[in-house]
């Protein structure tokens, strides 16, 4: 399956975005859907998850009640709404694919997009 991700841009600290990963090439609805995120210097850390049929959620602490990350099978798209942005959101932000459930480990998933900027100024 191919992924690709849009949505990202420069935006004020308490601003809000919304990413989207538009998948092609394979069943959507047959995959549970991450979000990750590498800031410059740093590795790439986990974000969001979401089971294969949206019923099921999984957060990073830092975005807790900030972020939401949804899905339409029938678009084959999964979407991250960010709000209450914060300068250390900052980072290049990644959807992937995974087989294995809803999972944070990097490992775990086995198709990336190319990934979208997010930038928060202060």
């Known amino acids: 399956v191919q992924l690709q991700a849009s949505g990202g841009g420069l935006v004020q600290a308490g601003g809000s975005l919304r990413l989207s990963c538009a998948a092609s090439?394979?069943?959507?609805?047959?995959?549970?859907m991450g979000w990750f995120r590498q800031a410059l210097g740093k590795e790439r850390e986990f974000v969001a998850a979401?089971?294969?049929?949206?019923?099921?959620?999984s957060y990073v602490n830092s975005v807790k009640g900030r972020f939401t990350i949804s899905r339409d099978n029938a678009k084959n798209t999964v979407y991250l709404q960010m709000n209450s942005l914060k300068p250390e959101d900052t980072a290049r932000y990644y959807c992937?694919?995974?087989?294995?459930?809803?999972?944070?480990?990097?490992?775990?998933?086995?198709?990336w997009g190319q990934g979208t900027q997010v930038t928060v100024s202060s």
């Open positions: 090439g394979g069943t959507f609805s047959s995959y549970d």
């Open positions: 992937a694919a995974s087989v294995f459930g809803v999972r944070s480990r990097i490992y775990e998933y086995d198709y």
């Open positions: 979401i089971s294969r049929g949206g019923s099921g959620t």
